[in-house]
């Protein structure tokens, strides 16, 4: 049974039931490395296995069932690795089927730099179930037509929630991916309301919300804020946009701070969430060991957060940052260790403090 009450604006649950998913690819080698950081944190928790996606569609003819939504349900949250998403128009992508049957409407991409250079640490707060990705397709012989379909209540919602990460009411005192900071934080609303109406709708709403809540704010072409997230990107604190657009921008972000493997995400509803690595189930590195586990840690220190125990996501967050600074990581991010070697390392870490 769920054991969440909110406290503070955080779901406090006091003995956690988590749904781990490894999924595909890399994400059965970078989930249990990130649980054996969670198991030196000493929480009392009950991991639930579930096995969803695309091994299990080839092996059963069914990437995820009705059973493993009851196992889900039955959870407080899901630590999600990753999982391949074939093109294969019969295979329904599995992600989008929990975040719609969840209602999983917030996504959340902290950027934060990891050491050297440039002092990069914004939050890319993407809308999660429309825009692109609202799934209404029309298919001709010589035409498909996609939909993108933005509205009041699913603007309204996203913006809501990135005026609360925008004040620190949300991820703990300042926000998620470890950023302590207190200020206010400027939200840059972007938008391709020049050529789109529909991006005007998402445009007057967020401004809407941004002005009733008090909160700094400036909106951008989502062009321009491509460019300049290359060439200024610490000026930015807090991006809010549409699904589609999010997608790419956070992939790129994920480039200015050193790649894939280090980038965290959550998906937020209102009763449930999922934690996932922003990067996908990597086939050319997988079973290598190669894979970097941080970017799944991280995304269990977001859920630690969620879960109300900001004390220990603080502890996983200065052990990455200890162990990254000691340059004990993956060969993607420049170094010569494994994904358990990393793991073990942040592990240790924790336990040294
Ligand atoms: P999928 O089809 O599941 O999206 P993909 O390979 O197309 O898989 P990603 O998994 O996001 O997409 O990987 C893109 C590139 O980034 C790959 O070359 C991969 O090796 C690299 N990469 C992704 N995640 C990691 C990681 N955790 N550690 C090291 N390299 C990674």
Same mark, same amino acid.
């Not at 969840?102 to 991409?109: E, Q, S, T």
């Given at each position: 049974m769920k054991a969440a009450k909110v406290v503070n604006g955080m779901n406090r649950v006091n003995r956690m039931k988590i749904a781990v998913v490894g999924g595909d690819g890399i994400g059965k080698e970078v989930v249990p490395a990130a649980l054996q950081v969670l198991d030196v944190l000493s929480l009392d928790i009950e991991k639930v296995p579930v096995e969803v996606g695309y091994g299990k569609w080839k092996r059963t003819g069914r990437a995820i069932t009705e059973d493993d939504f009851d196992l889900f349900r039955s959870c407080d949250c899901i630590f999600f690795g990753a999982i391949t998403t074939p093109p294969d128009p019969d295979y329904k992508s599995v992600l989008v089927q929990i975040r719609r049957e /969840?209602?999983?409407? #917030?996504?959340?991409?902290p950027v934060k730099g990891m050491g050297g250079g440039k002092n990069i640490n914004f939050t890319i707060v993407r809308e999660n179930t &429309?825009? $692109?990705y609202s799934g209404v397709e029309q298919v001709f012989p010589d035409a498909v037509h996609s939909t993108r379909v933005i509205t009041r209540k699913?603007? &309204?919602?996203? +913006? &809501?929630? #990135?005026? @609360?990460?925008a004040s620190g009411d949300r991820g703990g005192s300042g926000g998620w991916g470890g950023d302590r900071r207190k200020h206010l934080k400027r939200l840059t609303i972007v938008h391709k309301a020049n050529i789109l109406q529909s991006c005007r709708l998402f445009r007057e709403v967020c401004i809407g919300v941004a002005d009733r809540r008090g909160i700094p704010w400036e909106d951008m072409l989502v062009d321009a804020t491509a460019h300049r997230l290359v060439l200024d990107p610490e000026r930015f604190e807090l991006i809010v946009t549409t699904n589609l657009f999010g997608d790419i921008l956070s992939d790129m972000a #994920?480039?200015?701070?050193?790649? @894939?493997?280090?980038? #965290?995400?959550?998906n937020i509803g209102e009763n449930y969430a999922l934690f996932e690595p922003v990067h996908g189930s990597a086939p050319d590195i997988a079973g290598k060991g190669l894979a970097n586990p941080i970017a799944a840690i991280l995304s269990? +220190? $977001? $859920?630690?957060?969620?879960?109300g125990r900001a004390e220990e996501s603080d502890a996983v967050h200065d052990a990455v940052s200890r162990v990254t600074a000691a340059g004990i990581v993956?060969?993607? /991010?420049?170094g010569r260790c494994s994904t358990m070697e990393v793991a073990e390392a942040v592990a240790a870490a924790i336990e040294e403090r």
């Open positions: /969840f209602d999983l409407y #917030a996504n959340i991409r &429309e825009g $692109m699913g603007s &309204e919602r996203i +913006a &809501e929630y #990135a005026c @609360l990460l #994920a480039a200015l701070i050193g790649g @894939l493997g280090l980038c #965290a995400s959550a269990l +220190a $977001m $859920m630690l957060k969620w879960c993956t060969p993607d /991010f420049g």
